[in-house]
């Protein structure tokens, strides 16, 4: 199982990211993007990616934005695959456009 | 502009949706798939509807499981248009074996 890694430390390197405000360790991060094909689009590349790696986003979605919530069930907590995704995420948003 | 239509009658041809609690009318559905791959997949099939028909649904998904609201914004409420998308939630939904 992944070390847990600490949302502070996490979020150092990720500054498109925040700390969740729930109720469990989490990173979040909200994207725009120029319109719903867009944000399906860059959703679809995700989906991909967190199928093939066998770790899935808590996401939603309206019209042309995508709220991304990234933590590790297994751990309890932020552990490097969520950064190793965020980094990903970060890279195909700003291919796409996103602000 | 479509006419907006009467949360509780759109619902008696909607068995498996429910009226919104929160602050406008809409309508939601929540659903389960065996996995993220075929809840990934029915999210698809409907985007390449929503962005035919430009009608968009606000949805979230945690790993197999979805959950869509409708509403047509420029009505300020649950139109023909949702619940033509609605159907054609459920008829995806079903082949796909959702719950």
Redesign the interface.
């Known amino acids: 199982m992944a070390d847990r890694i600490d949302v502070t430390e996490a979020l150092k390197d990720l500054p498109l990211w925040g700390a969740h405000g729930g109720d469990r360790p989490a990173i979040v991060r909200n994207l725009a993007f120029a319109d719903?094909?867009a944000a399906?689009g860059f959703?679809?590349r995700v989906?991909l990616l967190?199928?093939k790696v066998d770790h899935?986003p808590?996401?939603?979605?309206?019209?042309n934005r995508v709220e991304v919530l990234l933590t590790t069930h297994d751990a309890g907590g932020v552990t490097d695959r969520d950064i190793r995704m965020a980094r990903f995420i970060d890279e195909a948003a700003g291919a796409m456009g996103a602000k």
Do not use: G, K, L, P
Request: no cysteine.
């Open positions: 719903f094909n399906f959703m679809t989906a967190a199928d899935h808590e996401w939603s979605n309206v019209y």
